[in-house]
């Protein structure tokens, strides 16, 4: 009999001190690996777990208790590390705290980044009650789609009905995806069929399929949550010959149908096909000039609302005002932009920033954590650990419902960073999303 | 005060939230009509999307809001509402204890809910539909089933389809809120017959007064014949009393009992039980506002087939257009020009926007908003 998969998460809870860093190492091994991760992911995960105590046991004070729990997600394996900080402390948590730019082998010293080095997603960011949590993720490894072979694509179907599609329906419509579109339009993860099947199974993706009266796969649309505010969608992906504007219509409905009545406020497709019938979404990135090297991506981002907008107060950098003006006038979102800045009162020193880097993509996302005089040249060694890290695309996620936030953009626009697009309602209030130039 | 991090670990609300809620996201509703205003910089607001009677109240039950005596406010009111279940049964030929009055439909939705349902129970209705049956469902920790409409009517077939042992309610709107599609009364009794009393059928008719095909069922009628049926109906629309919050449902007397034990009493404020006293059975206000509601309804269709817009237009004071824009972006652009519609994404209507009737001007506005919104997307 097959044992069944354990999916509760694993506490442990010990004193933050050297002489029990092998021991949460050892935790997460065995625990990595009782939550179904090989031999060399669990491995990977408890180096990079006894980097972060190390670190930790260094930075905090001797008698703080840290958790570290473990826990499986639907494709991955996730230990997260939190423990209280006391606000002098928060700066040693920036990725650069330890950091010389010019000394590589500074570099190779520094616990948290080569916790980020050994992992596929590294976070760490502030929860309720002063706890810092960080978390490594390690994934499960699938194998990659084989494109030796080809399926063909079925004719008009006359008649067809939408299903949630099974595991074998799942590989199937990857398969035609993979054959039918560019890479541009095709998020990583459907490459990987294994894992999306996963995935689906665990719920981070659903899958609506149109199938034939013959049982003819004629197109399909996924979603996936962002949080809890916020869903993204793929396609729809229509793989008869001559397109099928209803089939889109049909798919984008029940997309919708299923998101409706949920906690969605926002429906997101980053990577729309030219099977998206028009009127369902809107633009979501104002027209600008190429923003990156990367042209095989020539669409842009749409979004809906799901609920009737209201308005809300947003807080701003009197430098990104007129952008956001634009942008809000462009959306017809209501917003209150309120200027934010400093007035000659006192602050913090240092600023925290997190940073949550994926290797497979090679996109760091930044995010503000805290406040401090410091924070322009916090950015600037950030960008430069990440440029070292091989990072193409640096983000940097700026709350506009956080008054303090604000405090960051000076410090961003002199870097060559600049306001790329807004996501409405992804944080507390919208999300301004800066990236930096290619150039800069 | 700052919670201290000891403190906030033994909290750990989390870990008594039910997983059912923790699903489950509140609902926000909109914001006061001043401060929607100033968001959407417009100096008027016309209100097309709640269904709301443009004519006001009835002129007796406007009578006792202007001269309700304040110290009336420092006594509780009737806890059951007496005299307005008496006035109930005398005008619809039923026993006063046939009728449960909430603080709107929506609380005796809940009533009925809680009185039937156990864990593991469900409740079936359609997808696309007056929303609460759904919700108070899902939040009670109970399966809403949803069966999807049929040319923009519930499906009656699909209903009974979704039967189990498990199932205690079938909710059905009639009309149906946002379609405007009714089952006739011989439909409804077929369904009534079918279901042969193993669950409780509840009948919303929430709109029944504006109703004026004969085939259209009266639902209170129905109750001798079938003690499973349980009717709501509200003073919120057809009787202008939305603000007052009062509805009430009515039902067999051993099912209406079974309900009150889960009834909140004294829930329903003495002036909205006075108003609903004096408002019930106003024909005139019903022939008036069943006036208003055709001449809008003729006005509106004509100049949505004009800008070759599909609409579905039924009974009810309401009907609903096929966009070609999202709903809810045709929603922040109305509101621009002071006109307020419902999107119905929420309804799983993408799309589709839903118009309240009202008079003339407000009527005439929203074609013009409407006119301008499609003529800048093009």
């Given at each position: 009999m097959t044992p069944q998969k354990e999916n509760r998460p694993i506490v442990m809870k010990m004193p933050v001190a050297e002489a029990f860093i092998f021991l949460a190492a050892a935790f997460v091994n065995h625990a990595a690996k009782g939550l179904g991760l090989d031999e060399e992911g669990a491995d990977a995960l408890s180096l990079a777990t006894e980097e972060v105590i190390a670190y930790l046991a260094r930075m905090a004070h001797a008698e703080q208790d840290v958790e570290i729990c473990c826990s499986a997600g639907s494709c991955f394996i996730e230990a997260k590390i939190s423990l209280p900080v006391r606000e002098l402390q928060l700066h040693a948590f920036n990725m650069t705290a330890t950091v010389n730019a010019?000394?590589?082998?500074?570099?190779?010293?520094?616990?948290?980044?080569?916790?980020?080095?050994?992992?596929?997603?590294?976070?760490?960011?502030?929860?309720?009650?002063?706890?810092?949590?960080?978390?490594?993720?390690?994934?499960?490894?699938?194998?990659?789609?084989?494109?030796?072979?080809?399926?063909?694509?079925?004719?008009?179907?006359?008649?067809?009905?939408?299903?949630?599609?099974?595991?074998?329906?799942?590989?199937?419509?990857?398969?035609?995806?993979?054959?039918?579109?560019?890479?541009?339009l095709i998020p990583l993860d459907f490459r990987y069929p294994g894992k999306v099947v996963d995935m689906a199974a665990g719920g981070d993706y659903q899958i609506l399929t149109a199938n034939g009266a013959a049982g003819e796969l004629g197109g399909g649309i996924a979603w996936r949550w962002e949080g809890r505010k916020t869903v993204e969608l793929y396609g729809p992906y229509i793989f008869q010959e001559h397109s099928d504007p209803q089939m889109a219509c049909d798919l984008m409905d029940m997309c919708i149908g299923h998101v409706a009545r949920t906690s969605a406020l926002t429906l997101i497709n980053r990577r729309p096909t030219p099977d998206l019938p028009e009127g369902y979404l809107e633009a979501l990135e104002p027209k600008r000039d190429k923003i990156s090297t990367d042209d095989s991506d020539p669409a842009r981002a749409r979004f809906r609302m799901m609920v009737e907008e209201t308005g809300e107060v947003v807080w701003a950098h009197p430098d990104v005002v007129d952008f956001l003006q634009s942008e809000y006038r462009r959306l017809v979102f209501p917003?209150?932009?309120?200027?934010?800045?400093?007035?000659?009162?006192?602050?913090?020193?240092?600023?925290?920033?997190?940073?949550?880097?994926?290797?497979?993509?090679?996109?760091?996302?930044?995010?503000?954590?805290?406040?401090?005089?410091?924070?322009?040249?916090?950015?600037?060694?950030?960008?430069?650990?990440?440029?070292?890290?091989?990072?193409?695309?640096?983000?940097?996620?700026?709350?506009?419902?956080?008054?303090?936030?604000?405090?960051?953009?000076?410090?961003?626009?002199?870097?060559?960073?600049?306001?790329r697009m807004i996501l409405p309602h992804a944080g507390s209030a919208d999300l301004l999303i800066f990236q930096l130039r290619t150039d800069a | 005060m700052k919670m201290n991090d000891e403190c906030r670990d033994k909290m750990a609300i989390d870990r008594l939230v039910p997983d059912h809620i923790k699903c489950f996201e509140a609902y926000i509703p909109s914001k006061p009509d001043d401060v929607l205003m100033k968001m959407a910089g417009c100096s008027r607001l016309l209100r097309l999307n709640n269904n709301e009677n443009p004519l006001g109240p009835p002129p007796a039950a406007r009578k006792i809001i202007e001269s309700y005596p304040p110290p009336r406010a420092s006594?509780?009111?009737?806890?059951?509402?007496?005299?307005?279940?008496?006035?109930?049964?005398?005008?619809?030929?039923?026993?006063?204890?046939?009728?449960?009055?909430?603080?709107?439909?929506?609380?005796?939705?809940?009533?009925?809910?809680?009185?039937?349902?156990?864990?593991?129970?469900?409740?079936?209705?359609?997808?696309?539909?007056?929303?609460?049956?759904?919700?108070?469902?899902?939040?009670?920790?109970?399966?809403?089933?949803?069966?999807?409409?049929?040319?923009?009517a519930f499906d009656d077939a699909g209903m009974l389809a979704r039967i189990d042992d498990r199932t205690k309610i079938l909710f059905v709107c009639n009309p149906n809120n946002p379609t405007g599609t009714y089952w006739s009364e011989e439909r409804l009794r077929r369904f009534l017959d079918r279901v042969a009393g193993r669950q409780i059928v509840v009948v919303d008719e929430a709109y029944c007064e504006f109703v004026e095909k004969p085939d259209f069922p009266d639902g209170l009628r129905l109750i001798a014949e079938y003690p499973n049926l349980v009717v709501f109906r509200t003073f919120s629309k057809m009787y202008a009393l939305a603000g007052l919050r009062i509805g009430y449902l009515a039902g067999d007397r051993d099912v209406v009992d079974i309900v009150r034990r889960t009834c909140v009493v004294y829930s329903v404020n003495g002036l909205a039980q006075e108003a609903a006293l004096k408002a019930l059975g106003d024909q005139e206000h019903i022939l008036a506002t069943r006036a208003l509601v055709r001449d809008a309804k003729r006005m509106l269709t004509r100049e949505l087939d004009h800008l070759g817009l599909t609409y579905v237009s039924g009974e009810g004071n309401f009907l609903m257009v096929r966009l070609p824009m999202s709903d809810t972006l045709a929603y922040r652009k109305l509101m621009t020009h002071g006109v307020m519609v419902r999107s119905m994404a929420g309804f799983r209507f993408p799309n589709w926007i839903r118009i309240t009737m009202a008079l003339p001007d407000a009527m005439n506005a929203f074609v013009e908003a409407l006119a301008e919104m499609l003529h800048h997307d093009r």
């Amino acid at each position: 009999m097959t044992p069944q998969k354990e999916n509760r998460p694993i506490v442990m809870k010990m004193p933050v001190a050297e002489a029990f860093i092998f021991l949460a190492a050892a935790f997460v091994n065995h625990a990595a690996k009782g939550l179904g991760l090989d031999e060399e992911g669990a491995d990977a995960l408890s180096l990079a777990t006894e980097e972060v105590i190390a670190y930790l046991a260094r930075m905090a004070h001797a008698e703080q208790d840290v958790e570290i729990c473990c826990s499986a997600g639907s494709c991955f394996i996730e230990a997260k590390i939190s423990l209280p900080v006391r606000e002098l402390q928060l700066h040693a948590f920036n990725m650069t705290a330890t950091v010389n730019a010019d000394d590589e082998a500074g570099l190779d010293q520094m616990g948290l980044l080569i916790a980020s080095r050994m992992t596929d997603r590294f976070r760490i960011a502030r929860s309720a009650g002063q706890r810092l949590v960080l978390t490594l993720v390690k994934e499960f490894q699938y194998p990659e789609i084989k494109r030796d072979t080809s399926s063909q694509a079925p004719g008009k179907l006359g008649q067809y009905t939408l299903q949630a599609a099974d595991a074998a329906h799942i590989k199937w419509f990857l398969r035609l995806v993979n054959q039918y579109y560019p890479d541009a339009l095709i998020p990583l993860d459907f490459r990987y069929p294994g894992k999306v099947v996963d995935m689906a199974a665990g719920g981070d993706y659903q899958i609506l399929t149109a199938n034939g009266a013959a049982g003819e796969l004629g197109g399909g649309i996924a979603w996936r949550w962002e949080g809890r505010k916020t869903v993204e969608l793929y396609g729809p992906y229509i793989f008869q010959e001559h397109s099928d504007p209803q089939m889109a219509c049909d798919l984008m409905d029940m997309c919708i149908g299923h998101v409706a009545r949920t906690s969605a406020l926002t429906l997101i497709n980053r990577r729309p096909t030219p099977d998206l019938p028009e009127g369902y979404l809107e633009a979501l990135e104002p027209k600008r000039d190429k923003i990156s090297t990367d042209d095989s991506d020539p669409a842009r981002a749409r979004f809906r609302m799901m609920v009737e907008e209201t308005g809300e107060v947003v807080w701003a950098h009197p430098d990104v005002v007129d952008f956001l003006q634009s942008e809000y006038r462009r959306l017809v979102f209501p917003r209150d932009i309120q200027a934010s800045g400093s007035d000659g009162e006192a602050g913090e020193p240092f600023s925290v920033l997190s940073a949550e880097i994926d290797r497979r993509l090679a996109v760091a996302t930044l995010r503000p954590i805290w406040p401090g005089g410091d924070s322009a040249e916090n950015l600037a060694a950030h960008v430069e650990l990440l440029r070292r890290e091989a990072m193409a695309t640096i983000l940097f996620e700026m709350d506009l419902g956080q008054a303090w936030q604000a405090g960051f953009t000076p410090g961003l626009i002199a870097l060559g960073f600049f306001p790329r697009m807004i996501l409405p309602h992804a944080g507390s209030a919208d999300l301004l999303i800066f990236q930096l130039r290619t150039d800069a | 005060m700052k919670m201290n991090d000891e403190c906030r670990d033994k909290m750990a609300i989390d870990r008594l939230v039910p997983d059912h809620i923790k699903c489950f996201e509140a609902y926000i509703p909109s914001k006061p009509d001043d401060v929607l205003m100033k968001m959407a910089g417009c100096s008027r607001l016309l209100r097309l999307n709640n269904n709301e009677n443009p004519l006001g109240p009835p002129p007796a039950a406007r009578k006792i809001i202007e001269s309700y005596p304040p110290p009336r406010a420092s006594v509780y009111p009737s806890g059951d509402a007496y005299h307005l279940r008496c006035k109930l049964a005398g005008r619809f030929g039923l026993h006063p204890d046939q009728f449960l009055v909430g603080n709107g439909a929506n609380e005796v939705i809940a009533f009925v809910i809680k009185a039937f349902c156990q864990e593991g129970d469900n409740i079936v209705t359609a997808d696309k539909t007056f929303a609460v049956y759904e919700w108070v469902a899902t939040f009670s920790g109970f399966e809403a089933r949803l069966v999807p409409l049929k040319d923009f009517a519930f499906d009656d077939a699909g209903m009974l389809a979704r039967i189990d042992d498990r199932t205690k309610i079938l909710f059905v709107c009639n009309p149906n809120n946002p379609t405007g599609t009714y089952w006739s009364e011989e439909r409804l009794r077929r369904f009534l017959d079918r279901v042969a009393g193993r669950q409780i059928v509840v009948v919303d008719e929430a709109y029944c007064e504006f109703v004026e095909k004969p085939d259209f069922p009266d639902g209170l009628r129905l109750i001798a014949e079938y003690p499973n049926l349980v009717v709501f109906r509200t003073f919120s629309k057809m009787y202008a009393l939305a603000g007052l919050r009062i509805g009430y449902l009515a039902g067999d007397r051993d099912v209406v009992d079974i309900v009150r034990r889960t009834c909140v009493v004294y829930s329903v404020n003495g002036l909205a039980q006075e108003a609903a006293l004096k408002a019930l059975g106003d024909q005139e206000h019903i022939l008036a506002t069943r006036a208003l509601v055709r001449d809008a309804k003729r006005m509106l269709t004509r100049e949505l087939d004009h800008l070759g817009l599909t609409y579905v237009s039924g009974e009810g004071n309401f009907l609903m257009v096929r966009l070609p824009m999202s709903d809810t972006l045709a929603y922040r652009k109305l509101m621009t020009h002071g006109v307020m519609v419902r999107s119905m994404a929420g309804f799983r209507f993408p799309n589709w926007i839903r118009i309240t009737m009202a008079l003339p001007d407000a009527m005439n506005a929203f074609v013009e908003a409407l006119a301008e919104m499609l003529h800048h997307d093009r």
